[in-house]
């Protein structure tokens, strides 16, 4: 899970919003600021289609790299690449369409998404309380990749209405967020299961911060 804030990311600009939600899979790059690993760079890496396609096409550049024969019919043939990047896209990297009600029962779907609701809310609270917000709504965004075959990459941001925008989050917010977003009940792997299953990849908890109770303001203030 990596939480996009100002803080995180090497590039903020892209964390300009013009409506809610904002989306980032497909639309930019994210460049965390702390290290994630050589594992954690390639995964951020093979979002990228180029890359992607690349790979893909290796089979038919070393072919025509061995057999010089066939080097100009591969070349020529642009209905095979299309095919070859379809088939790879979408029947290897993605759970077909005819196979996404296997990966999960409909009743523990649900569930998850309910403790999914449940976990954000709680989450949301506690940073608006915290920052003694008394109108507006702020949205817990939850988006992951839809490449089912690499482990699931989550993108979390919290966006406000105001703005819009998506928040500056202090450090605290973000220790809220990582503590209280995903636990054992709940996992990244585990909604991306229900995410492939359902072939929706971004989640939209909002907060009406008029509804926050008493008890949590105190026990914000308290904190």
Known sequence: ???????TIRNPAILQVRQLPRKF????????????????????????????YSLSLLPLIGIGLNWNSLALPLAQAPILMLVLL????????RVPANKRAQLIDAAEAERGL???RV???AVLTRIAAGREMRSGALHLVVEQSELGVFAPLTYVSVQSDEGPE????????QQIIAEGLFQETLSEALLHRINQSQNIFLRDITLEAK???????LAAALA
């Open 86 to 93: 379809w088939f790879v896209e979408m029947r290897l990297l």
């Open 25 to 52: 899979f497909g639309r930019v790059t994210v460049w965390p600021r702390h290290p994630v690993g050589l594992g954690g760079r390639l995964r951020i890496v093979i979002e990228f289609q180029w890359v992607r």
């Open 211 to 217: 509804g926050i109770s008493a008890h949590a303001r």
């Open 166 to 173: 998506v928040l500056r989050l202090t450090q605290a917010e």
């Open 119 to 121: 976990q954000a809310r």
């Open 1 to 7: 899970m990596l939480i996009l804030t100002h803080d």
């Open 114 to 116: 309910d403790l999914l």
